[in-house]
């Protein structure tokens, strides 16, 4: 026994160097990447007005970039914490599906026209409410009852997302071309969607969300040991579980109403995270997962802007990797 623990020591002791040098990889990723998207190719004289005014203006779409990585890799680890299982993701409880039916319905009844004449805080703040409230409606009445339990909310999130999106499929085929194809617009994940308005109180949002995840991070290194594993420690499984779920349905809403809905873009994110980390623990994995995500947007959000000139295909093209790479983890693991 003494000769494993002698031969395991040296590995633990030179895991967290490598730990060390991978966050310092990522995190210069990220700044290199932050900065050649502030100042690659900006028109005007270094130090000129057009020219900080350009700046001004690409700072919104990095700091829209930053939020959406955060909440899309840190909601996707903590509902693969939640849930116990590494496939799932937090859109299948009809997330994505509630956004769409919303922003249809509200074409179907009112046209086109109101997309834009209600654009503002107001509309982002009632359409996140109602996605967090949902969610804590959904969590709260499934895990109340005596048999509640994780599958059957996971099973009813699926049907209600399900339905979600044949509703809207019945309004879309209703509506007129012109109506539809701005509808269509809207509802593709699109980093340029944001508005600079928005940007203050997300981030306020954000920043409070991620210091709550960031106290229960040993909490929730039990959660992930399981049920029984939790409740003999000593931790309260249910209220745990809703309460990182009601955090992932606001760090998601969040995300989609800035940008629209990502499948597959936090499921990316929090697999390569596990591998990179080289640990379990939330205190590596989360921080791992955000900077991933920033160098993963801010670098594709680069290369497409700069050097093919497609800046509005970097969503399709991360959430096409993402259903691949999706497809090929769950066949080489078999099962669900």
Known sequence: MADTLTRSAPTLATRRPRIAVRFGILALVVVVAAVGVLTWNVPGEPGSRAFWLAVNLRVVSVATIALVACCQAVATVLFHTATANRILTPSIMGFDALYVVMQTALVFFFGSAALSATDGLLKVAVQSALMVGFATLLYGWLFAGRRGNLHVMLLVGVV?????????????????????????????????????????????????????????????????????????????????????????????????????????????????????????????????????????????????????????????????????????????????
Not at 257 to 263: E, I, K, L, R, S
Not at 271 to 282: E, I, K, N, R, V
Not at 292 to 315: C, E, I, K, P, Q
Request: glycine letters at 10%; hydrophobic letters at 55%; a positive charge.
């Open 160 to 336: 209600l997302g399900v339905g979600f999106g044949s509703l809207s499929t019945v309004m879309q085929r209703l509506l007129t071309p012109s109506d539809f194809d701005i509808l269509s617009a809207r509802l593709f994940g699109n980093l340029s969607n944001s508005d600079a308005e928005y940007l203050p109180w997300a981030a306020l949002v954000v920043a409070a969300v991620l210091a709550v995840v960031w106290r229960a991070r040993h909490r929730l290194d039990v959660l992930a040991l399981g049920r029984e594993a939790s409740l003999n420690l000593g931790l309260s499984y249910r209220r745990e579980v809703i309460g990182m779920l009601v955090l992932v349905a606001v760090l998601i809403s969040v995300s989609t109403t800035m940008v629209g809905p990502m499948t597959f873009f936090g499921f990316l994110v929090a697999t390569l995270a596990y591998q990179l980390a080289g640990s379990s623990q939330h205190r590596v994995v989360l921080p791992f997962a955000a900077l991933l995500g920033m160098a993963t947007l801010l670098a594709g959000y680069f290369v497409l802007r700069h050097v093919f000139y497609a800046a509005g295909m970097l969503s399709i093209i991360i959430e096409f990797v993402g259903g691949v790479f999706f497809l090929v983890y769950l066949l080489r693991k078999g099962s669900l």
